[in-house]
Structure formats: C-alpha cells, structure tokens
C-alpha cells in the first residue's frame, strides 16, 4: 500500500471520548484531518457542539454523542446508537478523564470520584466498544495516559505556585498502562491492536515560575503543543502501526531521556 494511504482514516469509524478537552481538542482534530468518521462521546453536549461548530467551519462533519463515562448505562446506549447509525467501530480512542482530587491531601471522596470516571468507567467503556469493533472484524484501540502513569511527580516544579501533582491520577494513567498490555493479549487474536500514549504537559498558559523550571528540565525545552500529539495518535489509530500492539508511546520531550 501506498505509505501516505496506510496512514489513512478514510472510512474509518472513529469514536474519541473528551474531545472538548485540552489535548482531547488537538486529537479530535487530527483524527478528523487523517479522514475519520469522527464521533467525539462526551457528558457537556453544549460544549462539544461548539467545538464541532469550529471543526465544521473548516469543512469537517463530526457527530456528537452524550455519554457519562461514570454511568454504565449510558455506556450501553451509546454503543446501541454507534451500532445503529455507523454499523460498529474501527477505532476507539480511549481520552476522557476526570480530575476531581487536584493535591495528596484532598478529601477520600475525591478519590472515589476518580475511580468511578478513571478506573471503573473507563475498564466499562473500552469493554463496551470492543465489541463494536470486534463486529467489524479488527482495528485499534488508543488509550491516551500520561508520563504521570510512568514516572513520579517532581514536586520541585510546583514550588511557589497554587499547582500540584494529584496522586490518583498516577495509579490511573499506571494502570491504564498495565491495561494496555492485557487487552492486546486478549484482543490480538480478534484483530484488534491496543496502545496507550503517555504525553507530557500540553502548554496552556501555565505559571511562569513553573515554566521556567520545567522547560529547563526538557531537552526540546518546551511543552508540548497542539501538533505534537497529531501524529502519534494517527500512526496508532492507523494501519500505519499494523504490527505494534500491547505498547506504550512516551511522548514527553526527552523530559525522561
Ligand atoms: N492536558 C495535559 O497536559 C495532559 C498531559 C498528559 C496526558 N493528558 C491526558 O490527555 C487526555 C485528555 O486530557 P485533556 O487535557 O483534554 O483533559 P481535560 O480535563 O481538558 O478534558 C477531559 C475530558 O474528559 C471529559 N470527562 C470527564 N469526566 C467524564 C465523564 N464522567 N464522562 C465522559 N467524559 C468525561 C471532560 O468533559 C473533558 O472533555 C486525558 O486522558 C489526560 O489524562 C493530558
């Protein structure tokens, strides 16, 4: 196959959750350039039909569906409505997060929060549209983490700011990472490929005293930036990644060279 084509969404079903997000906004945006069928799955419809309103402007026609990644139901009707309107799935990119606990000493309840959206909900999710891509015969899972998942939080960043590291989010983007590598096992044999990202912080105006202090640290000496997740996302979504399952892109920088 042409090398370009085998980077192609063309025909492709696609579903993103969270594509109103930081990052979740760039990778909706990619997939929609790559040629997808984009759905983007999100629990503020007001909010994401805005975003499409921006991407239709641009000549692209997304669709918008509801779903409460915490709510097992929801989870159901939205895969009745995907198998009912598109026939199934190719691609699931797996970006949704919530972040109710923002420091270690935040109440219990935060945390318990956080497992029914990160842990719980987001297991629920991608089980659910397996299946869906399971019935079209094949194609790839994204589960989008974080370096957060991999390496510990340097405190010393947050020194003097109102930022922190919040330590549910490192056990989530962990074990997404762990996850990863059992559904390859499970899903290989269906065809189906499953890969994680774990980027490093996507710049959005951060404080100052914090910027200098981490773009030093980097060796490309910066954050990261709306195009650099693009590619990454597109080459595993992709047929251009058609012999990488069960792996773990780290897309920080060189922050942990
Ligand atoms: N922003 C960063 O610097 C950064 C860095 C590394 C990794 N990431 C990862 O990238 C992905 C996208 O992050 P982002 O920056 O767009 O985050 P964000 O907080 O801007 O957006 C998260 C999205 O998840 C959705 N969401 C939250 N709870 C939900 C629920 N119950 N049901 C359905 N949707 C729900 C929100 O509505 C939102 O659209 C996440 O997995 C995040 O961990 C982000």
């Not at 799955?41 to 239709?56: H, P």
Request: net charge negative; proline share 3%; glycine share 12%.
């Amino acid at each position: 196959m042409n090398t370009m084509n085998l980077f192609s969404l063309k025909n492709k079903v696609v579903l993103i959750t969270g594509g109103a997000g930081l990052y979740g906004r760039c990778i909706f945006d990619a997939l929609l350039g790559a040629g997808g069928t984009v759905i983007c799955a999100s629990r503020n419809l007001e909010n994401i039909q805005k975003v499409i309103e921006g991407f239709r402007s641009k000549g692209f026609n997304p669709h918008a569906k509801y779903v409460d990644q915490s709510d097992h139901e929801s989870i159901v009707k939205l895969k009745d409505e995907i198998r009912q309107e598109f026939g199934g799935l190719d691609v699931f990119v797996n970006n949704s997060v919530a972040r109710p606990m923002r420091r270690y000493e935040d109440p219990l309840d935060t945390w318990k929060e956080s497992m029914s959206v990160n842990a719980t909900g987001m297991f629920d999710i991608v089980r659910e549209m397996a299946d869906l891509i399971d019935q079209k015969g094949g194609g790839s899972i994204v589960n989008i983490g974080s370096m957060q998942g991999m390496f510990g939080p340097d405190f010393s960043l947050y020194e003097n700011t109102d930022m922190d590291s919040a330590p549910d989010y490192h056990f989530h983007k962990g074990g997404m990472i762990s996850l990863t590598k059992y559904l390859a096992r499970k899903f290989g044999p269906k065809n189906i490929r499953v890969n994680c990202i774990s980027p490093g912080g996507l710049y959005v105006d951060q404080d100052e005293k914090f910027l200098e202090k981490y773009n030093k640290k980097v060796p490309l000496g910066r954050m990261a930036g709306d195009d650099d997740i693009k590619g990454v996302v597109v080459f595993l979504a992709s047929q251009a990644s058609s012999y990488i399952t069960g792996e773990n892109i780290l897309m920080d920088g060189g922050l942990h060279a």
